[in-house]
T-cell receptor, first 113, second 111 residues
Framework: DGGITQSPKYLFRKEGQNVTLSCEQN?????MYWYRQDPGQGLRLIYY???????QKGDIAEGYSVSREKKESFPLTVTSAQKNPTAFYLC????????????FGDGTRLSIL | SQQGEEDPQALSIQEGENATMNCSYK?????LQWYRQNSGRGLVHLIL?????REKHSGRLRVTLDTSKKSSSLLITASRAADTASYFC???????????FGQGTRLTINP
């Protein structure tokens, strides 16, 4: 079955440590996205990529970095510069047009030790 | 940037009743999308309505769009316990592929 896989489901970070969240899709979608969701809130866009080797900042990119070396993969690194990283992180993908829905993974919950 | 806002923030109804959620947005759009999120899971796309459409149905779901009022509603008929979830509206920002999500309506269906 086609879909989006995020791993790990739960992740713990120590102070001053970088962590990388994985996102893989086999839907052959060009566009991929990373969102952050805080408890009881909506989604805020961190980064998005419309094509391999290219990505753009979203609304809350500070303290995060991404890469898009392969069409299928869009890993997110939460750096030590992100002072409040505890949140639920969601990855999504879509066909590259504005009237197509996004398909989501099941998220990674990141907590600080 | 907040584009869509859902109302109410929380809704609790009895199984079998209808549930209506509303979404308001600020700028012109070419489509509006509704998503469902079960607790601790990712979002699932429910329905997309284009700006030239006024109403769209999918099973027990009915979505309306009023571009003059910049608002949309999602109606779930004959609710079931499995409909318990958060529901979000989302709109494209400008001509880009970026979607802007509202804060969602938390729907609880009581047996």
């Amino acid at each position: 079955d086609g879909g989006i896989t995020q791993s790990p489901k739960y992740l713990f970070r120590k102070e001053g440590q970088n962590v990388t969240l994985s996102c893989e899709q086999n839907l052959n979608h060009d566009a991929m996205y990373w969102y952050r969701q805080d408890p009881g809130q909506g989604l805020r866009l961190i980064y998005y990529s419309q094509i391999v080797n290219d990505f753009q900042k979203g609304d809350i990119a500070e303290g995060y970095s991404v890469s898009r070396e392969k069409k299928e993969s869009f890993p997110l690194t939460v750096t030590s510069a992100q002072k409040n990283p505890t949140a639920f992180y969601l990855c999504a993908s879509s066909i590259f047009t504005s009237d197509q829905p996004q398909h989501f993974g099941d998220g990674t919950r990141l907590s600080i030790l | 940037s907040q584009q869509g806002e859902e109302d109410p923030q929380a809704l609790s109804i009895q199984e079998g009743e209808n549930a209506t959620m509303n979404c308001s947005y600020k700028t012109s759009i070419n489509n509006l999308q509704w998503y469902r999120q079960n607790s601790g899971r990712g979002l699932v796309h429910l329905i997309l309505i284009r700006s030239n459409e006024r109403e769209k149905h999918s099973g027990r779901l009915r979505v309306t769009l009023d571009t003059s009022k910049k608002s949309s509603s999602l109606l779930i008929t004959a609710s079931r316990a499995a409909d318990t979830a958060s529901y979000f509206c989302a709109t494209p920002l400008g001509g880009a592929q970026k979607l802007v999500f509202g804060q969602g309506t938390r729907l609880t269906i009581n047996p």
